[in-house]
């Protein structure tokens, strides 16, 4: 998502990329510098033929509103969350603009994206960082958009304990950037992306949008900042905006396009799921379950699992429903909460594999129990989840997961 892997937060210049089947000269091989400068200009001529046929190269029609279509920008496309609300909104006729500096994202989904729905104007991947407040302003300049769902952000409690800077800047500071820019162009729909983590530990469960929020670590903090960003522009505002508090995703496509592939060196601070993947797989020794004397049930932590898939989704219906000068909060979540060690045991069912779990003390700006109470979100947009059952979508984020050892691969 925004801020790479190895930060950077320098300026870059922005680009449209489309896809194709490219192979690349190995720069290890041995020639005279003629043959290696007759070599780049094929390539070069290469590449340009193929982007002049690709259908992502004519960009007209994103830089035009159209009767009939809703162009939304998907900050963030290029992730686990935002490349599946990506490929729900092409399924439901969007056109779709994805902004990504794939920092966390994968260039590997959009391709699959694109795959899928290659016609013109349908889909358009950007590289670009939200931090660049220029190119932020030059893609608003140059695209027609009638909507965004903010999806780009660092999104580790962990992480954010660690390096708090960085979440404050990637997550509030760049949501401020696309607000500006919203403004300025008269975009006048906003989804956000926002989190139970700005809740922190409450004293009452299950959460209700009336929930004081008191945020205990870095990134809820940074979300909240965000919202509150959002909430004061709003008051003077006519732009709709929907807010989406959501908890803990996990599932993936049922059909196998796309799964979640986060960076290797962020595996220690990644979602649960993930560690149980790689434990299953082999890839390390055993599942860290950290903290084991919170006051639950089992002394595990308790939290409320959403499909991915249910997520979207309530995106759907927000971008929907959204209306002028009006302001939307909902809680994203199936209602039940589930503790680590069920969620464990769900795992080794979902895999098949015996997993080796190591008990280790509690992280840093982490909560005993937070599970929500859906109610609004049903009554208000007629959402509510259906894939309910944890092992079920465990099973089916572990086929992808199996087909893709090692994630998207390099593209």
Same mark, same amino acid.
């Given at each position: 998502?925004?801020?790479?892997?190895?930060?950077?937060?320098?300026?870059?210049?922005?680009?449209?990329?489309?896809?194709?089947?490219?192979?690349y000269a190995d720069p290890k091989k041995k020639g005279n510098l003629i043959g290696k400068i007759l070599l780049a200009a094929a390539l070069t001529a290469l590449c340009i033929i193929m982007l002049k046929q690709s259908p992502s190269?004519?960009?007209?029609?994103?830089? =035009?509103?159209?009767?009939? #279509? /809703?162009? %939304?920008?998907?900050?963030?496309?290029?992730?686990?969350?935002?490349?599946?609300?990506?490929?729900?909104?092409? =399924?439901?006729?969007?056109? #779709? /603009?994805? %902004?990504?500096?794939?920092?966390?994202?994968?260039?590997?989904?959009?391709?699959?994206?694109?795959?899928?729905?290659?016609?013109?104007?349908?889909?358009?991947?950007?590289?670009?960082?939200?931090?660049?407040?220029k190119a932020v302003n030059k893609i608003f300049s140059e695209n027609a958009f009638d909507a965004v769902i903010h999806f780009a952000a660092v999104a580790y409690v962990g992480e954010s304990t660690l390096d708090p800077l960085k979440y404050y800047h990637n997550i509030t500071s760049n949501t401020l950037v696309v607000l500006e820019s919203m403004a300025a162009k008269g975009v006048k729909t906003l989804i956000y992306s926002s989190t139970c983590a700005t809740y922190g530990e409450p004293e009452k469960m299950p959460i209700t949008e009336e929930t004081p929020q008191a945020p205990i670590n870095p990134y809820g903090k940074a979300k909240k900042m965000a919202e509150d960003i959002i909430l004061d522009f709003s008051k003077n505002s006519e732009m709709g905006v929907m807010i989406l508090r959501y908890f803990n995703v996990i599932g993936s496509d049922p059909e196998g396009r796309l799964g979640e592939a986060p960076r290797p060196e962020l595996r220690d601070h990644g979602r649960i799921s993930g560690a149980c993947f790689d434990a299953a797989r082999g890839i390390i020794t055993g599942l860290k379950v950290k903290g084991t004397d919170y006051s639950t049930a089992d002394g595990t932590c308790v939290r409320d699992y959403i499909d991915v898939n249910d997520l979207v989704d309530a995106h759907v219906k927000a971008l929907e429903r959204a209306k002028p000068s009006k302001v939307g909060i909902y809680n994203?979540?199936?209602?039940?909460?589930?503790?680590?060690?069920?969620?464990?045991?769900?795992c080794k069912k979902a895999t098949a594999a015996?997993?080796?779990?190591?008990?280790?003390?509690?992280?840093?700006?982490?909560?005993?129990?937070?599970?929500?109470?859906?109610?609004?979100?049903?009554?208000?947009?007629?959402?509510?989840?259906?894939?309910?059952d944890l092992q079920e979508s465990l099973e089916i984020a572990w086929r992808w997961q199996k087909a893709h050892r090692d994630g998207y691969g390099s593209t």
């Open positions: 998502m925004i801020n790479p892997g190895r930060p950077r937060n320098q300026s870059r210049s922005t680009r449209s990329m489309p896809f194709s089947g490219l192979e190269f004519n960009t007209t029609n994103f830089s =035009k509103h159209e009767e009939g #279509v /809703t162009h %939304v920008l998907v900050t963030g496309g290029a992730g686990y969350i935002g490349s599946h609300a990506a490929l729900r909104l092409l =399924k439901d006729k969007y056109r #779709v /603009t994805i %902004v990504d500096n794939l920092s966390r994202g994968n260039l590997g989904a959009v391709k699959v994206l694109q795959e899928l729905f290659p016609e013109p104007g349908r889909l358009q991947f950007i590289y670009a960082d939200l931090g660049d407040a994203v979540g199936t209602g039940k909460g589930r503790s680590v060690k069920e969620f464990v045991e769900a015996d997993i080796k779990v190591d008990f280790e003390p509690r992280r840093p700006g982490d909560y005993a129990e937070v599970y929500s109470d859906p109610t609004k979100i049903r009554r208000e947009l007629n959402w509510t989840a259906k894939h309910t």
